[in-house]
């Protein structure tokens, strides 16, 4: 009898070695698979506009987009500007092409609406028509021709007027730091991404949204509670 509830308790122990074990292989290659898949985007985060948006890579970023599959508060953000929501937004042209990114925040003095850009180059454009970029290839420089973020901006305004009852926004085109923006003449203001963070902080359209209102117009603007 002895012998066998000595035998019962070393199953029972190591059987609860083994649960221990497997706990630890499955949570440890959990984050494994975790930590390559961010290592694996840091490169495309490091050359977007988001490090000037987001306090860190890791925890503000890829946690809260991957994990909680929520970025729409930064805490960079929080610290200058207070209670606010992200909302990104892609516009597409007739043939489902995607033409424009747009980067709207929701903040207590009201909103910014910011169309923003990865292309590299020297960039010409006005607020109608397509916009032109110059830039080195191999040996030679070539001209593209891209489309114009003011002409989708001031299409978006018309949603967003329809949603914010006719508030005032604030609207800015951001673009890398590598491109040259001396030749572009828009009536919204263009800033490198590097600016993104000061025009944030010193957005106000004159008139304040209170908590409750910042996440009812997160909520219309197709953000998720």
Not at 31 to 60: C, H, M, Q, T, W
Not at 116 to 134: A, E, F, P
Request: charge should be positive; aromatic fraction near 10%.
């Amino acid at each position: 009898m002895i012998r066998s509830a000595m035998l019962l308790l070393e199953e029972g122990t190591s059987s609860g070695v083994n649960l221990n074990s497997l706990f630890l292989v499955v949570v440890g290659t959990m984050l494994l698979v975790f930590l390559l898949r961010a290592a694996l985007g840091y490169r495309k985060y490091k050359e977007s506009l988001f490090p000037y948006i987001y306090d860190n890579y890791l925890i503000d970023y890829y946690y809260k987009l991957n994990v909680l599959q929520n970025a729409s508060i930064s805490s960079a953000l929080k610290k200058t500007i207070g209670t606010h929501r992200l909302v990104y937004s892609n516009l597409s042209d007739k043939n489902g092409r995607l033409v424009c990114q747009i980067l709207t925040v929701l903040h207590s003095k009201g909103v910014l609406a910011m169309a923003y850009l990865s292309t590299t180059g020297k960039i010409s454009g006005k607020q109608t028509g397509d916009w032109m970029v110059k830039r080195k290839d191999g040996d030679q420089v070539k001209t593209y021709r891209i489309a114009n973020p003011a002409v989708y901006l001031k299409e978006y305004s018309t949603h967003l007027s329809q949603v914010l009852d006719g508030k005032e926004v604030q609207y800015a085109v951001a673009l890398k730091n590598e491109c040259d923006i001396s030749d572009i003449h828009i009536s919204y203001p263009v800033v490198h991404y590097s600016e993104i963070s000061d025009l944030i902080s010193n957005a106000d359209c004159g008139y304040g949204l209170n908590e409750t209102e910042i996440e009812e117009l997160f909520v219309r603007l197709g953000g998720k509670k």
